[in-house]
């Protein structure tokens, strides 16, 4: 090969982006117009950006334009190498049409990793039947500080739970013949000021300890075949320059043998806003020398910059030569450099081209099955935070009973569609720059699921407000399909006629439903998602104030309230955390998010979603997570305190369990041993239910600063009424390891504790233990799991 087939297999085409709309990349509009792609063709080309995710296509005529596009790659380039195609697919393949499923945060809140797997397989196989070869997904980025808009697009603030359950979606995911790209890699959610795409400034323990044990645990377990290099700097080291994390670390230390991928822009950014590089060639140079082997989304510094870095000395040929092998021995596996391969994607098998309008509708994304999952996810990831008796209401339920006679709905989300989606699903992502397009699925409101679910019941519906904006100046007032006050403003006026009519609602109801939340977007366009920082953890707008004037409204009345949140990241409650009747929380929940929802409310469904994140009592104590040292909790020294409303693993359900029957092994297993112990759980409810029992470790002395307690390890229960389950957990000592003051990790001897728990803030029961031996040093083959064996049995009589 040439050094221009070479470098062209190393960078990507974005055809089908316009310089016209919004940004759906960070300083999109400051870059060049892409080149044509017949100017590329000749010397071939490695990816095809987003052919589905850029523009509203229909699926069938999407994959034959793919198609046509592969065959003219093939035909052009000496060699017929076809291009891989990539597309996003965080919240569901990220195309018009396609299911749309809940954001990974209410994955996290499912702890259902096979749940979410059997998700990642159902996008996989959608992406590969029109043509994909690489889906730009899942997040592993652990939440730092919930004011970062991509909070998400996280799976939650602990890294044990984020590797479990992402390592579950990457395993979906290639079990399809789709590559897996693990991001950001890494660091990009520990931001200052929870602002996106700022520096990052952390201890080299905070990095091992928090931040990167979820892209280990991926990369051993998944087999996963791409990673994805971040945005930001740590400590003044740009993540797509650092030689140290892209390839002593990821490749050497732990074995990957996959491609890692620029994030969109993100070479140029090492010149344009790093100043790390003075002119494209060296940002190139830089890039590929750490170990970034594909630029995206389209060619900037690894064409022509490139080429100049090898003809003047700068850049060895061997390092393009290692960036095209990895490419080539990645599109071998997929298939492409086969002698049968061909351009026609199964989706488009036995089709006729010769009147494509016939293809149209031939296709579909979004079959019941794939709204089967999308509806199983959404109710396993609603979080019941609080409840004194109120739910559920009745209605639609085995019982028969109608559920409440007026039920007031009140709030921004009541009537908004796009309320359930955030901000990488397609219609919220590409759909605003297409209005007359349809959303392409169907979005029921929550004022209509909660019409189908309660069919006896009388809904009044106000809006009071928009999501960031004030109360709208008449009573009525009509909002954006976007849940917005259509001013652009954020102006919190009290002019409160949209006040005045919720609380008149209010007081005429038996039940109120308050419906807050967010409006997913892109760079300032929401409240949640890519570039929608967060000031402080108030609820946006005046939805703070809205909710206080209804529990005003009802006080003493006997009317009981019901909070409902729709939104990307955790927020304030203020009075209603001790003065609502109840609480549900659901985090961009998809498209059958409301029907989940309502079906909570009604008693339909038993809730089983714990807080993959913590809800916080005070809007200015972040950053704070469950994951603190005792400095980082509350104190007499201190007027700050950051202690949670609601706390990580937290979730009611309609049931009851009680612990017992706690027995322990060993009491004192070697550092390089394990410690075993055993409980009861029982069900002692009058229905069905689920209980998520949490493993947490906490050391109580250890040569460097640890979290009073972190997650090692977690199963998810179900469990008949009377039904009990004695669960054995077998912990190796290798779980109590963390990064030394020498920068290695160990083992030390010691006591421990291992705590058995419905929550973070909510121990059942506590084994002592005491680690005996040597401090023993532990690497990437380290054990990452506990294990758990249950055995379930019905209860006896007298249980209940």
Not at 59 to 74: D, F, K
Not at 319 to 337: C, E, F, N, S, Y
Not at 600 to 617: A, C, D, E, Q, T
Request: hydrophobic share 40%; proline share 7%.
């Amino acid at each position: 090969m040439t050094t221009e087939e070479k470098l062209a297999q190393l960078y990507g085409l974005w055809a089908g982006a316009s310089a016209d709309g919004a940004e759906v990349a960070p300083h999109q509009h400051d870059m060049d117009a892409p080149p044509a792609l017949a100017d590329l063709l000749p010397h071939g080309l490695g990816q095809l950006t987003r052919p589905f995710g850029t523009v509203p296509v229909d699926p069938a005529l999407g994959a034959l334009s793919l198609m046509r596009t592969q065959e003219r790659v093939v035909a052009a380039g000496r060699f017929g190498v076809p291009a891989m195609a990539h597309d996003e697919c965080l919240a569901g393949f990220a195309a018009w049409g396609a299911t749309t499923y809940p954001v990974p945060l209410s994955w996290g809140a499912s702890f259902d990793p096979e749940l979410v797997r059997e998700m990642a397989a159902a996008i996989g196989r959608d992406m590969r039947s029109v043509g994909l070869h690489q889906g730009l997904a899942p997040v592993l980025d652990v939440v730092r500080d919930a004011r970062w808009g991509r909070v998400e697009e996280t799976i939650g603030e602990d890294p044990y739970l984020t590797g479990t359950v992402a390592t579950a979606y990457v395993r979906g995911l290639e079990s399809a013949g789709i590559v897996a790209t693990l991001k950001h890699f890494a660091g990009y959610s520990a931001s200052r000021g929870g602002r996106n795409l700022a520096p990052v400034g952390m201890g080299p323990r905070e990095l091992a300890d928090v931040v990167l044990p979820p892209f280990e645990m991926a990369v051993r377990e998944s087999g996963v075949r791409s990673v994805m290099s971040a945005y930001n700097d740590i400590d003044g080291v740009p993540c797509a320059a650092d030689e140290r994390l892209l390839t002593e670390l990821l490749r050497d230390t732990w074995g990957f043998e996959g491609t890692v991928v620029a994030d969109y822009f993100g070479i140029a950014f090492l010149r344009t806003l790093h100043g790390v590089a003075g002119d494209w060639a060296q940002a190139a140079t830089a890039a590929l020398t750490a170990g970034v082997d594909v630029e995206l989304p389209t060619v900037k510094t690894f064409g022509q910059p490139l080429r100049d870095a090898i003809a003047d000395g700068r850049l060895p040929p061997e390092a393009v030569d290692r960036a095209v092998r990895r490419v080539l021995t990645q599109k071998a596996g997929l298939g492409l450099l086969d002698p049968e391969w061909s351009a026609r994607p199964t989706a488009l098998a036995g089709a006729e081209f010769e009147d494509t309008e016939r293809l149209r509708g031939t296709v579909t994304l979004d079959s019941p099955a794939h709204r089967d999952i999308a509806r199983r996810l959404a109710e396993r990831a609603v979080i019941l935070l609080r409840n004194d008796g109120t739910l559920p209401l009745g209605g639609r339920t085995e019982d028969g009973s109608a559920g409440p006679a007026r039920i007031a709905l009140i709030g921004p989300q009541a009537e908004t569609a796009t309320a359930v989606l955030g901000c990488y699903s397609f219609p919220v992502h590409v759909g605003p720059q297409h209005p007359a397009v349809p959303a392409g699925v169907e979005l029921p409101t929550l004022r209509e699921a909660l019409a189908a679910e309660f069919p006896a019941s009388e809904i009044v519906t106000v809006a009071a407000t928009g999501i960031d904006g004030p109360a709208p100046s008449e009573s009525g007032a009509s909002h954006g399909s976007d849940g917005s006050d259509g001013s652009g403003g954020s102006n919190a006026s009290d002019a409160s006629d949209g006040f005045t009519e919720a609380v008149r609602a209010a007081r005429a109801a038996d039940v109120v439903v308050v419906a807050l939340g967010d409006r997913a977007g892109l760079f300032g366009r929401g409240t949640s998602g890519e570039g929608c920082d967060a000031e402080t953890l108030d609820l946006p707008g005046v939805q703070g104030r809205l909710l206080d004037a209804v529990l005003d409204a009802v006080r003493g009345t006997g009317t009981r309230v019901v909070v409902t949140l729709l939104a990307g990241r955790p927020y304030v409650l203020g009075r209603a955390v001790t003065e609502a009747g109840a609480i549900v929380q659901a985090f961009f929940p998809g498209q059958e998010g409301t029907p989940a929802v309502a079906g909570v409310l009604s008693g339909r469904i038993n809730p089983s979603g714990r807080l993959p994140v913590s809800v916080p009592r005070l809007p200015g104590a972040q950053p704070s997570t469950y994951l603190a040292a005792p400095l980082a909790r509350a104190s007499e020294v201190s007027n700050i305190d950051p202690t949670p409303a609601f706390g990580f693993g937290h979730g009611l359900t309609y049931t009851a369990f009680t612990w017992s029957d706690l027995t322990t092994g060993d009491p004192r297993p070697a550092t390089d041993g394990a410690a075993e112990l055993s409980l009861t759980v029982t069900n002692t409810g009058g229905r069905a239910g689920v209980e998520v029992v949490q493993l947490y470790l906490h050391d109580p002395v250890a040569s460097a600063v640890q979290p009073a307690q972190r997650l090692i390890g977690y199963v998810r229960l179900p469990l008949e009424s009377g039904e009990r389950a004695r669960i054995s957990v077998t912990v190796p000592a290798d779980l109590a390891s963390f990064t030394g003051r020498d920068g290695r990790r160990i083992v030390e001897p010691g006591a421990v504790e291992l705590r058995l728990a419905a929550s973070s803030t909510d121990v059942r029961l506590t084994a002592g233990f005491t680690l005996t031996g040597p401090v023993r040093y532990v690497d990437h083959t380290r054990a990452l799991h506990a294990t758990f064996a249950v055995h379930t049995s019905p209860a006896p009589d007298d249980a209940l």
